[in-house]
Structure formats: structure tokens, C-alpha cells
């Protein structure tokens, strides 16, 4: 369980802050993408440096002991220092599995990302693939990303909801 929770963490938390969307802002919580088995979020406002514009995620949906390839793209308004950091809060329905602060140039070192830090402003797209555990619980995940800057400054606001329970048979096309 740790295992699948530090894996969703290390991937989200890298391409959510590493990477960003259009200047151009939509309301706060708008579901930007969706899919019958996972979906995400984007809960950042205008004065949030980093943005969200796409979130793919491959093969979709995930599986259970297969890798899983995320692919990021969004556009940071200025560039992302040394000594960023997130908040990551893992759940099943109310139960709280994980909750975490990650230094996101750290996490991006270690993972041997494609991106770097300090990110320079602009946009960017980051592919990291990591292969999933076959112990992951047939749940739903919800998983919260909060970014912040070195200065604590809000930098990036990302909610993940990924199913995990068996898809069931529809009778009669139901």
C-alpha cells in the first residue's frame, strides 16, 4: 500500500510541479480531464506560478503490476528554484493512507527526470514511466498535490482520483 501511494506521490508530484499549462486561467476546480477510471484537477487560481494543461496517462486505464507512463504539459510563469516543495496527501475514501511533504528537485534528481530544477519559465512536458504494484487495493484513490515555491509561496494546486476497483460487467449494455 505504502509502496503504490509513494508511487503515485513521485510521479504526480513531479510532473505536476516540474511542468504547467497556459497563462490563461479557468475557473478553480475545473475537471480539465477525465476518464471512466481516473481523472484530475486543477484547484490553482491565476496567481499560481505553475499551471496545468494536460494529463495523460498510459495505458488508460492503469493496471495493477504493469507500468504506467504519465505525460505532463503546462507552463511555469516564472522559474521554479531550488527548495520547492509539495504537500501530498494520499486517501481511500476517508481514510488517510499518506500524507508527505516532498522536496520537488530532490524527487526529480532521484527519479532521473527529464526535467530539472531550477525549471526555467515557459512551457514543458515531462514522460516518466514507473511500473505499478500487483498489491495495489481494488480502491479508489484520491490524491491531493499542493505545490509551493522556496519562498512558501503557493506554486501549483493538482486533485487525482484513481479507481482501482475491478470494472464490473454491464447487463443488457447498461
Not at 511542468?19 to 486543477?42: M, Y
Amino acid at each position: 500500500m505504502a509502496r503504490f501511494a509513494i508511487l503515485v506521490l513521485l510521479v504526480t508530484t513531479l510532473n505536476v510541479i516540474c511542468n504547467a499549462a497556459p497563462s490563461e486561467r479557468q475557473e478553480a476546480f475545473d475537471v480539465t480531464t477525465t476518464s471512466d477510471r481516473w481523472s484530475w484537477t486543477d484547484c490553482s487560481d491565476g496567481s499560481f506560478p505553475v499551471h496545468i494543461e494536460s494529463i495523460e496517462i498510459y495505458p488508460d486505464p492503469p493496471e495493477k503490476g504493469k507500468d504506467m507512463t504519465v505525460t505532463v504539459v503546462g507552463t511555469a510563469d516564472k522559474q521554479i528554484e531550488e527548495g520547492a516543495y509539495a504537500d501530498v496527501v494520499v486517501k481511500v475514501g476517508a481514510i488517510k493512507l499518506l500524507q508527505k511533504e516532498f522536496d520537488v528537485c530532490e524527487e526529480a534528481r532521484g527519479a532521473n527526470a527529464s526535467i530539472q530544477c531550477p525549471v526555467a519559465e515557459g512551457k514543458h512536458q515531462v514522460i516518466h514511466t514507473v511500473t505499478l504494484p500487483k498489491e495495489i487495493p481494488p480502491a479508489p484513490f484520491a490524491v491531493s498535490i499542493r505545490g509551493y515555491t522556496v519562498d512558501d509561496e503557493d506554486m501549483a494546486c493538482v486533485e487525482m482520483k484513481i479507481d482501482f476497483r475491478p470494472q464490473r460487467p454491464r447487463l443488457l449494455g447498461w
